[in-house]
């Protein structure tokens, strides 16, 4: 069963957020808060991991869409291929921000992500889960817990959302109530910038 521990962003514990770090290095998932809906999540670098994930999400891991959470904009180029300036500022003036930006990806993508032509990148405006990520040192794949029944409760209940997947994942942190307005997503990876999905951030930094 899951441990199910409570951080809070304004003041993240550093004990807390070192379990949260010990669980994704050893191969576990974790469910966290974001600036929108709670995210299920695994060390980018863990294939296993990618691959419970994947099971959980029910698709292929080739086919997944999951986005890279980073702490800041520092790991771009670990990933993303060179940017222009105009691209750049956009993410400045968004992130972190309730935004996945999908960006052309390198070949130093994770062995799981190779024939990924594009990456979604994400900094969530929270500090619990951007603290795990920098103490972590390189980003998690995160998928967001939303399901087919849309927007419920237990997907903003951290104590019901523990009850849902206590079974599936390995640790549960309750952050507070989530919201349940996704992400705004922005392709950037073409020359035309493209809005795939408008949800919680605002489309007034383009």
């Excluded at 994947?54 to 959470?69: G, H, I, P, Q, Y």
């Excluded at 040192?137 to 997907?155: A, C, F, K, Q």
């Amino acid at each position: 069963m899951a441990q199910f521990i409570k951080i809070y962003s304004d003041n993240p514990n550093p004990k807390e957020i070192d379990k949260a770090v010990k669980v994704l290095r050893k191969g576990g998932l974790i469910i966290y808060p974001t600036d929108t809906i709670y995210g299920l999540g695994c060390d980018i670098t863990n294939t296993k991991a990618l691959e419970r994930i994947a099971r959980l999400k029910n698709v292929k891991l080739a086919k997944a869409n999951f986005s890279f959470v980073c702490n800041d904009l520092s790991h771009l180029s670990d990933y993303v291929k060179q940017i222009d300036t105009a691209t750049y500022k956009i993410l400045k003036r968004a992130l972190p921000g309730a935004y996945t930006f999908i960006l052309p990806g390198n070949t130093k993508l994770p062995k799981a992500f190779k024939n990924k032509k594009t990456v979604g990148i994400r900094v969530p405006d929270n500090n619990i889960i951007r603290e795990i990520v920098a103490q972590l040192g390189n980003p998690i794949v995160s998928s967001s817990i939303r399901d087919e029944d849309d927007v419920i409760e237990y997907t903003t209940d951290p104590e019901l959302i523990f009850e849902k997947w206590q079974q599936h994942v390995d640790l549960v942190i309750d952050g507070g109530y989530g919201d349940n307005t996704p992400s705004t997503v922005i392709d950037l990876s073409q020359d035309e910038i493209e809005i795939v999905r408008e949800g919680k951030g605002s489309l007034d930094i383009l």
